[in-house]
Every structure is written in C-alpha cells, then in structure tokens.
C-alpha cells in the first residue's frame, strides 16, 4: 500500500515561505509527476515526502498514519537523486544492498534480493564493479534498483533523468514508467520537463511560487488548464494569448489558442493577418512564428510540410471550439 | 594556440628544474657529508665535497654521548599521540562544522585559525609556568598536549574542506537508507574521507616531528624529543659540527623514510580542492 495524503503542507526556510500550503491526494500506485519551473518548490515538496527536511506546518499521511515526525528510513519510502548519490566505495551490489543490510536482514536474504533486483534492470554482470566504472545510464539503473529492492510503499524520483544525453532519457523515461507499472508501487516524480511530465504521469501537479496551481490527468491539464499560469505551462510550443478587443468579443479578459489549434491559411482575409518571422521545417511538422501587428507574435503548428517562409503573409484561424477564455485574475472561465 | 614543446625548450626546462631541485637538495646533502666528515674537515675551509677522510666515528660518538633510541622513541609518541588525539577532537568538529552548519561556524573556523597568528613565544611565560606548577615540564604528556592544541586548528581546516566536498546527496541516501548517525559515520562517511584523513594524518605527524619551539623550551632531557637532541650539539663549549650533522641525519631520517613512502598522498592532501 502507498497512500499518501498532503494536508496543509507549510515549509519556510527562516521568513521564505517556499511551500505555501498543500494539499493532495496520491492514490496507491498512481505514478504522480510535480512539475514546475526552478524554484516552485517542487524539490523541497518532494523533500518533505521523503522526510529529509521537516514541515514547518500541516501533515503529511502515508497509509493514513501522520508521519512528520517520522525520521526518514521509518516512512517506508526511497529516493531516488538527481546526482544518482552511489556510494563510490561500494560496488553495485554493495550499494543495492546497502539498504538491506542496515534494516538487519540476513547475507542470503539480501544477496538474493540485490541478484533479483539486478536482473530486473539487466544489471547482472556489473554486480561487482564500482560506481566510476559504470555509464551514466547504468549508474541510474544502480540508483533505481537501490530504491526497488527495499519493496517501499513509494518511489521518490528528484530529476533523475536529468543528467542524461537526450537519446538516453527517452529510453529510461519509458523503462522508468513501465517498471513503476510492472511493480504497481505508488511513485512521485520531479522534473522541470513538460514532456516527461505528460509521457510519464498519471496525474501531474503544477506548481509555480510554492503553490498548486492544478492537480489532474496529462489530458485534464491539456484540455482545460485552471490558470494561464497552467495554460502557459502545459504544450509546447507554449500556447498564444491574446488580449484586448479579441477577448473581449468571446467574453473574456484574454483567450488562448494552442499553435496545434491554429488554421494557417495563405493570403486569407479572414482570423488574424500577419507576416511570417521564422518559419521551422522538420520535416513532420511546420512551425510558424508570426508576427501578428497588434496581436503580437503568435506560433501556429501544421502537421506535416507546409512550404511558407520568412516573410510571406498569411492569415491564422483559430479553431473556436478550441479557444481557451481566461478572467482578468488569470483564472479560467468555463461555459 | 597552444605553446609549442621544441626539443630545446624541453631540455631547457629538464636542466632548470634539475639545477633548483638540487639547490633546494643541496642543504641536506651537504648535512649528511658533513656526518662522514672529522670535526676539522667539517669547517675547513675551502670545503672538500666529496674528497675527504670518510669516517663513522660521529654516529659512534653520537649514540654514545646520548641515548638516541631514547629521544627516538619520545619523538614517536610525542608526535603520533598528538596526531591520534587531535584526529580525535578533529574529525567530530569538521564533521558538525561541514555537515549540519549554522551562523557563526564561519566564524569559529577563523577563530580558531587565528590563533595560529600569535607568535608562540607570546604565551612562553604563562604556558611554562602552568606546566611548572602541574608538574608537565619535561613530560611527554606535556608536550603531546601542546603540539596536539598547537595542530588542532590546522587538522580541523583540513579535514572540515576534505569533508565539504563529499555530496550531501551521498549521505542523504544513507539516511534513506535507514542508516543511523553513527552507521552513517562508518559505513560512508569514514571510507570516503579516508584520503583526506591520510594526508591530514601525514602532515600533522611531519608538523609536530619538526616542531622545535615548545619541545625545546619544555623538555631538557627525560622527554626530549629528537629536537632538543640535535640542539644538545651546539654547546657553549663549542660547535660540533660534523656531530652536530651526524644527529641531525639520524633525526630526519624516520620521517624522511615516511615522507617519501606517502608523496602521492601528501602532494593530493596539500593541494586538494585546489583543481576542481
């Protein structure tokens, strides 16, 4: 069982307040991702989970026992660092096991559940070199296979994917998830990375200036962002707001239209004129930065080639059903 | 553009860095030659180098007139048990200080750095009189306790920057991984501070083997050190020189043996944190 419960969750380093009062509801075996930009308290969120700093107010609940005054090896929970934290005196197994030996199990009990672990992470041969002598992939498998042989209630991930070559993060983003499947344990997940964050949850929590902003599925967070701070955060390229008159005819303080919404038609009279800034091929997509005179610059996304260019006009029509309305308080207004 | 190595520049550098290394050398070769030297060969002048009387009757004279084994064995535990008993007070000190610090643990580094910017002849007086009173004059107790206060500042920077540079990350997992405070400090903290614990050991050890002030100042004869022994050779009756040098090879010879068998670990322990 791993539930975990977050009531009025405070922390304040001296008069900073950097966690301004959360509350959550993690379901058992849920994969949950705290995304946010540097600085929205998303680590030290994680942190209080883990016990490694105490809250300066509210509880926190695993399994519905109070566990703020629990040290952190008590709340049966592992963590896995950014930096991968391997002890470089140890060899994989040794660090593997590590946790097992300090709970007192026996040599065979763990040797065999450090083996067991290994082989879930093709991490067999290597058992008995050192830290320095692995890839940074197969030092974050030591990482995550130090965290999966003690069966804890929960996985804590703090970036772990953030020190990796680009090709590599994909491949431990879709191992990583389909572990957490495969074992059904409750995780909690940190990353700055929208996309890891929509690929990997199965509910993400926004948090911007050490406050939730939304709380929902990848898709709820897509389809109906609360906030333009959610709306802003969630989809990239970002999605296009526009002020003034054009708001104003939808009822609304300002709208917002994702690029991937956005009809780009060539000399069109209708939506909103402009010229192109740069336009992007990749060959499976075309992006277009347009500067849209009053409006400002807009982005708009086409699936597939489009051959337009620096320069040539176009026009961009917003697909109404997809217009998101927004009150002057930056809250979303629902029909 | 990186600098061009032509074969005259490299031999150039080879001849300078010979030519200083024996400069720096010179002092305790011609120490040694002088051990093997007559008392009138010693300070003939013009100074033969290599072509003169060879004899080992000084090292004779030496252990005769004084009990080198004695002042060896003095200068063993006057400089390992204050090395022992500073690592002792050091390591908890660096460990609070880099691992859970607060407002002022800057200042109580400095603090104590400070104190090594007095001279020591400043606290001479006071200092001998305490150890008259306490009867420590001439004790080995007395001085393993001066040298142990007079290195602690030096023990504990070192160990405090040796301990700094292992990641918090590290000893976070630790206690993630159910180790106690104490267990921490065994199985993680120790084995990897274990270089720099090395070289700080080392290096206190050739401090206090040197140190000359205090032991000479505190000690006449049943817990002289080697220093107060090769001192005992320039007497009021007249220098002996050639016994002066052969007492002086035999008291630099231990911790010459030692310093040469550790280099690796004293050059990382002296320049640590020095290239990131």
């Given at each position: 069982?791993?539930?975990?419960?977050l009531?009025g969750?405070?922390?304040?380093?001296g008069?900073v307040?950097i966690?301004?009062?959360?509350?959550l509801?993690?379901a058992?075996g849920s994969?949950?991702v705290?995304?946010?930009p540097?600085?929205?308290?998303?680590?030290?969120?994680?942190?209080?989970?883990?016990?490694l700093?105490?809250?300066?107010?509210?509880?926190?609940l695993?399994d519905?026992?109070n566990?703020v005054d629990t040290?952190?090896?008590?709340?049966g929970?592992?963590?896995?660092?950014q930096?991968?934290?391997?002890y470089?005196?140890m060899?994989?197994?040794?660090?593997?096991?590590?946790g097992?030996?300090m709970?007192?199990?026996?040599?065979?009990?763990?040797?065999?559940?450090?083996e067991?672990?290994?082989?879930t992470?093709?991490l067999?041969p290597?058992?008995?070199?050192?830290p320095r002598?692995?890839?940074?992939?197969?030092r974050?498998?030591v990482?995550i296979?130090r965290?999966i042989?003690r069966?804890?209630?929960?996985?804590l991930?703090?970036?772990?994917l953030?020190?990796?070559?680009?090709?590599?993060?994909?491949?431990?983003?879709i191992?990583?998830t389909r572990l957490?499947k495969?074992?059904?344990?409750t995780a909690?997940?940190?990353?700055?990375d929208?996309v890891?964050a929509?690929?990997m949850?199965?509910k993400i929590?926004?948090l911007?200036?050490?406050k939730i902003?939304?709380?929902g599925?990848p898709?709820e967070l897509y389809?109906?962002?609360a906030n333009l701070?959610?709306?802003?955060?969630?989809?990239s390229?970002?999605?296009?707001?526009?002020?003034?008159?054009?708001?104003?005819q939808k009822?609304?303080?300002?709208i917002?239209v994702?690029?991937?919404?956005?009809?780009i038609?060539?000399?069109?009279a209708?939506g909103?004129p402009?010229t192109?800034a740069?336009?992007?091929?990749?060959g499976s997509?075309t992006?277009?930065?347009v500067?849209?005179?009053?409006l400002g610059?807009?982005?708009?996304r086409y699936?597939?080639?489009?051959?337009?260019?620096a320069?040539d006009?176009v026009?961009?029509?917003?697909?109404?059903?997809r217009?998101?309305?927004?009150d002057?308080?930056g809250?979303?207004l629902?029909n | 553009m990186?600098?061009k190595s032509t074969?005259q520049r490299v031999?150039v550098?080879?001849i300078?860095?010979w030519?200083f290394g024996?400069?720096?050398f010179?002092?305790?070769?011609?120490m040694?030659l002088?051990?093997?030297?007559?008392?009138?060969?010693a300070?003939?002048i013009?100074p033969s180098?290599?072509?003169?009387?060879?004899t080992?009757?000084?090292?004779a004279?030496?252990?005769?007139?004084?009990?080198?084994?004695l002042?060896?064995?003095?200068?063993i535990?006057?400089?390992?048990?204050s090395?022992?008993?500073?690592l002792?007070i050091?390591?908890p000190a660096?460990?609070?200080?880099a691992?859970?610090p607060?407002?002022?643990?800057k200042?109580?580094l400095?603090?104590?750095?400070s104190?090594?910017?007095?001279?020591p002849?400043?606290?001479?007086?006071?200092i001998?009189?305490?150890y008259?009173?306490?009867g420590?004059?001439?004790?080995?107790i007395g001085?393993v306790?001066?040298?142990?206060?007079?290195?602690l500042?030096?023990?504990i920077?070192?160990?405090?920057?040796y301990?700094?540079e292992?990641?918090?990350d590290i000893?976070?997992?630790?206690?993630?991984?159910g180790?106690t405070?104490?267990?921490e400090?065994?199985y993680?903290?120790?084995?990897?501070?274990i270089?720099g614990?090395?070289?700080t050991?080392?290096l206190?050890l050739?401090?206090a083997?040197?140190e000359?002030?205090?032991?000479?100042?505190l000690?006449t004869s049943?817990?002289?050190?080697l220093?107060?022994f090769i001192a005992s050779?320039?007497?009021p009756e007249?220098?002996?020189w050639?016994k002066?040098s052969?007492a002086?090879?035999l008291?630099?010879?231990p911790?010459?043996v030692l310093?040469w068998?550790s280099?690796?670990?004293l050059v990382?322990?002296?320049t640590?944190?020095a290239?990131?």
């Amino acid at each position: 069982m791993g539930q975990i419960t977050l009531q009025g969750v405070q922390k304040s380093f001296g008069p900073v307040h950097i966690i301004k009062g959360a509350d959550l509801e993690i379901a058992d075996g849920s994969f949950v991702v705290f995304v946010g930009p540097s600085g929205c308290g998303k680590t030290t969120l994680l942190r209080l989970i883990a016990g490694l700093e105490d809250v300066t107010g509210g509880s926190i609940l695993i399994d519905g026992k109070n566990v703020v005054d629990t040290p952190p090896a008590k709340r049966g929970l592992s963590m896995v660092f950014q930096s991968y934290a391997l002890y470089p005196h140890m060899s994989v197994r040794g660090n593997i096991g590590f946790g097992l030996k300090m709970a007192g199990l026996s040599k065979d009990e763990t040797n065999r559940k450090v083996e067991a672990a290994a082989a879930t992470l093709n991490l067999t041969p290597y058992l008995d070199r050192k830290p320095r002598e692995l890839s940074g992939g197969q030092r974050q498998r030591v990482a995550i296979g130090r965290a999966i042989v003690r069966e804890p209630k929960a996985f804590l991930f703090d970036e772990p994917l953030s020190n990796l070559d680009a090709a590599l993060r994909v491949q431990m983003r879709i191992e990583v998830t389909r572990l957490q499947k495969q074992l059904g344990t409750t995780a909690i997940y940190v990353t700055h990375d929208q996309v890891e964050a929509m690929t990997m949850a199965d509910k993400i929590v926004v948090l911007n200036g050490g406050k939730i902003e939304q709380y929902g599925s990848p898709l709820e967070l897509y389809e109906r962002p609360a906030n333009l701070f959610v709306a802003g955060f969630i989809g990239s390229p970002k999605m296009n707001f526009v002020t003034g008159e054009n708001a104003a005819q939808k009822g609304a303080a300002t709208i917002g239209v994702r690029p991937e919404h956005i009809k780009i038609e060539r000399d069109g009279a209708g939506g909103w004129p402009g010229t192109i800034a740069v336009a992007e091929h990749l060959g499976s997509d075309t992006f277009l930065y347009v500067d849209a005179g009053p409006l400002g610059m807009l982005t708009a996304r086409y699936i597939g080639e489009l051959s337009l260019h620096a320069g040539d006009r176009v026009s961009l029509v917003p697909d109404p059903a997809r217009i998101h309305r927004f009150d002057a308080s930056g809250n979303a207004l629902r029909n | 553009m990186a600098r061009k190595s032509t074969t005259q520049r490299v031999v150039v550098s080879t001849i300078g860095a010979w030519f200083f290394g024996f400069l720096i050398f010179f002092p305790i070769l011609w120490m040694v030659l002088a051990s093997f030297k007559t008392e009138l060969e010693a300070f003939a002048i013009p100074p033969s180098f290599l072509f003169f009387h060879w004899t080992t009757e000084n090292y004779a004279t030496v252990q005769e007139r004084s009990d080198y084994l004695l002042h060896a064995m003095n200068s063993i535990i006057i400089a390992g048990g204050s090395t022992l008993i500073a690592l002792l007070i050091a390591i908890p000190a660096a460990w609070s200080m880099a691992f859970s610090p607060t407002k002022r643990t800057k200042d109580i580094l400095l603090w104590m750095l400070s104190t090594k910017m007095m001279p020591p002849v400043g606290v001479l007086v006071p200092i001998y009189l305490i150890y008259k009173s306490f009867g420590l004059l001439d004790s080995r107790i007395g001085l393993v306790f001066i040298l142990c206060l007079g290195n602690l500042p030096i023990v504990i920077w070192m160990l405090f920057t040796y301990f700094k540079e292992i990641p918090r990350d590290i000893l976070e997992a630790a206690r993630m991984d159910g180790a106690t405070i104490g267990r921490e400090l065994v199985y993680v903290l120790t084995p990897m501070a274990i270089p720099g614990l090395a070289s700080t050991m080392l290096l206190n050890l050739i401090l206090a083997w040197n140190e000359a002030f205090w032991t000479l100042n505190l000690s006449t004869s049943n817990a002289a050190p080697l220093t107060t022994f090769i001192a005992s050779y320039s007497s009021p009756e007249g220098l002996f020189w050639a016994k002066l040098s052969a007492a002086s090879t035999l008291a630099i010879a231990p911790i010459l043996v030692l310093g040469w068998f550790s280099q690796k670990q004293l050059v990382r322990g002296l320049t640590f944190g020095a290239v990131k």
